[in-house]
């Protein structure tokens, strides 16, 4: 016959479980000479909710690098956030790329 668990033995249990934090992936932008800097602007402050100032500065950045950090999100929101970009993007006509890194 078998002990039924008891809330201290759970709670024990439950302790020595490991629980990992989701993994976070960042959500690059791509330079390309075609896709105005103001698209790219727009672009960071509608889907990434990025302050103006803070858009203008990641816009440099890819402007000047060819990569800029949009923002740290679990996968599927990263995912997610890459796509309305891409979406937006060729809606508009423009090549903007974007990608999804394991950050």
Do not use: W
């Not at 201290?8 to 075609?34: F, G, K, M």
Request: net charge negative; charged share 20%; glycine share 4%.
């Amino acid at each position: 016959m078998t002990a039924l668990p008891t809330r201290q033995t759970e709670s024990t249990q439950i302790a020595e479980q490991q629980l990992t934090p989701p993994r976070r992936y960042a959500v690059l932008l791509l330079n390309d000479d075609y896709t105005p800097m103001d698209f790219v602007v727009d672009v960071l402050t509608e889907i990434f909710h990025l302050p103006h100032t803070r858009a203008m500065a990641v816009m440099l950045l890819v402007h000047q690098t060819g990569k800029g950090l949009c923002g740290i999100y679990q996968k599927d929101i990263a995912d997610t956030k890459c796509q309305q970009v891409l979406r937006s993007a060729q809606e508009a006509g423009y090549p903007l790329m974007c990608v999804v890194e394991l950050a």
